[in-house]
Nanobody, 122 residues
Framework: QVQLVESGGGLVQAGGSLTLSCAAS????????MGWFRQAPGKERHFVAS????????YYEDSVKGRFTISRDNAKNTMYLQMNSLKPEDTAVYYC???????????????WGQGTQVTVSS
């Protein structure tokens, strides 16, 4: 079983950038496809981006395409989410998750981190 810990969240002005990290332990992260989800206050948790085990397949939610970049470094057991041109509507708790195969449905991810808050001020 893999354990996931997110970091890198914070407060940033609109138009700014942040990079989130997701560090895995317990099992090699290369055993899993990985994803990022986010949950705004009072809303459900939604898919943001996902990446296959070795990075060959990558998917993004439409609203983040061209602004966010998902990547992974299996040697460091870490996944990343580079977020540029941030908007107030990107404000949410961001979660990383691991799955057997790359997916966009949160139900396909059995392993989750505790989340990191991203707040974008206008």
């Amino acid at each position: 079983q893999v354990q996931l810990v997110e970091s890198g969240g914070g407060l940033v002005q609109a138009g700014g950038s942040l990079t989130l990290s997701c560090a895995a332990s317990g099992r090699p992260v290369s055993s899993y496809a990985m994803g990022w989800f986010r949950q705004a206050p009072g809303k459900e948790r939604h898919f943001v981006a996902s990446i296959s085990r070795f990075g060959l397949n990558i998917y993004y939610e439409d609203s983040v395409k061209g602004r966010f970049t998902i990547s992974r470094d299996n040697a460091k057991n870490t996944m990343y989410l580079q977020m540029n041109s941030l908007k107030p509507e990107d404000t949410a708790v961001y979660y990383c998750a691991a799955a057997v195969r790359v997916a966009q449905n949160r139900a396909d991810y059995p392993y989750w981190g505790q989340g990191t808050q991203v707040t974008v001020s206008s």
